[in-house]
């Protein structure tokens, strides 16, 4: 039996990061989340532990601490980091909220931190955002270390990075997270050969192309529209995941996001169910955090590794610790382990929805005018695809109808 942590978790999300850890045997004492649809999947799923709603207001934190918390958890924001996003840093209104994070350790104590967040954090702006992180962290006298990490490594066709910075002042931080280095599997195979992930809103600049995966998942728009990847099928057909095979490419079960009933029941405002995307897009990995909340519970031995003395001012590499005083670059890969991979046209439990013939119709356009190089046969199964859809919704020559394919509800528009 290993160690268990107590956890407040900030920025709580829909649990991803908690569930995980709590696979590995911790417990969560006490949420901070103010999104209305993500406090009310919280409250169905965790019915015991309190939610308290804003990360700012830290007396009321304080107030609802658990004296026996030992970990703080914090899957802040990414709006302002990430490359689909706005790239203001902390002079947008989301991001800047992990300085919250540390007004709390001023206050309060923890011997752990956990972190997480998109790898643009330690780029944008030559990764003055990372490195103000860091710097105050040293500052309270933590010992950290961070890794970019891949959530297919854990068996998930789902092609996402993430940096998860680990902060303690009681362990070598480089034992939690430097665990492992396995090569990434080589995936690259014929589009015939086996599904291939891409978003149809991209097209001009990239495609976020993934093999035998999907791209990230994203939260979707500001105002929250979904925005769920298109798959090119083996057979040719372009369709979009249901949202249950979305949450289970988060490590989630399917449905975990499906509260309504629930909430109804408690007499509570209406479920928004379309921001289950955003939820499920912006949740943290699952199968990612149990990793990581194992490796804090059996506390491994600190592993032998390539270092190189990391001077301040420097770019951040994709891994690195520091002991407060000086930082080191880690030669490390963004694979602990290798899961036995689900190939991703057969990981898909639900019926995908087409893609519709508008999205295809407007991706067909922009890539036809790209100067982008595309995989082989490509565009002519988007070609192919877009053809297929308009024979189907065109009149009929003999009723005069238009017959129309079902779609996933907003997303494909």
């Known amino acids: 039996m290993g160690r268990a942590l107590n956890i407040t978790a900030l920025f709580a999300g829909i649990g991803g990061f908690e569930l995980g850890l709590h696979r590995a045997g911790h417990k969560t004492s006490l949420f901070c989340e103010n999104d209305r649809e993500a406090a009310a999947v919280l409250s169905v799923r965790f019915p015991k532990t309190k939610i308290v709603p804003d990360v700012r207001d830290t007396d009321e934190l304080l107030e609802n601490i658990s004296p026996r918390s030992n970990l703080l958890t914090a ?53 003055q955002y990372l490195e103000e992180v860091i710097s105050e962290l040293e500052r309270l006298g933590y010992h950290w270390a961070y890794r970019t990490i891949d959530a297919r490594a854990f068996g998930l066709p789902q092609r996402r990075l993430r940096v998860f910075l680990y902060a303690t002042k009681v362990d070598d931080p480089r034992s939690v997270l430097f665990q492992g280095d396995v090569p ?30 999907v791209p990230t998942l994203k939260g979707g728009s500001a105002i929250s529209i979904p925005s769920p990847p298109a798959i090119l099928m083996p057979d040719g057909n372009i369709v979009t995941p249901d949202i249950r095979d979305a949450e289970r490419l988060q490590g989630f079960a399917a449905g975990w996001t499906n509260v309504e009933h629930s909430r109804r029941e408690a007499n509570v405002l209406p479920f928004r169910h379309r921001r289950r995307w955003m939820q499920v897009g912006n949740a943290v990995n ?71 013939e508008r999205a295809t119709a407007g991706f067909h356009a922009r890539i036809s005018a790209s100067s982008l190089r595309f995989p082989e046969g490509f565009k002519e199964a988007v070609a192919k695809h877009l053809g297929l859809m308009q024979a189907k919704s065109h009149p009929s020559k003999k009723s005069g109808r238009r017959t129309l394919m079902p779609l996933q509800a907003e997303a494909a528009e």
Request: glycine fraction near 10%; include cysteine.
């Open 75 to 127: 899957g802040f924001p990414c709006t302002d980091f990430s490359q689909a996003g706005r790239t203001q840093g902390f002079a947008g209104s989301q991001s800047v909220l992990v300085r919250d994070t540390l007004k709390l350790l001023e206050r309060r104590k923890f011997d752990h931190v956990l972190l997480e967040n998109v790898p643009n954090w330690r780029k944008l702006h030559r990764g």
């Open 184 to 213: 990434e599997a080589d995936a690259r195979r014929p589009i015939t050969d086996c599904a291939h992930g891409f978003y149809w809103t991209e097209g001009t600049r990239g495609l976020g192309w993934g093999e035998d995966c």
């Open 286 to 356: 699952v199968g990612v955090s149990a990793w990581i909340g194992r490796q804090l519970s059996q506390r491994p031995e600190t592993p032998l590794l390539s270092e190189e003395l990391l001077e301040k001012g420097k770019p951040w590499p994709e891994a690195a610790w520091g002991d407060g005083k000086r930082r080191w670059r880690v030669d490390i890969g963004h694979w602990p382990v290798a899961r036995k991979p689900k190939a991703l046209a057969t990981f898909l439990k639900y019926p995908p929805a087409p893609l519709s």
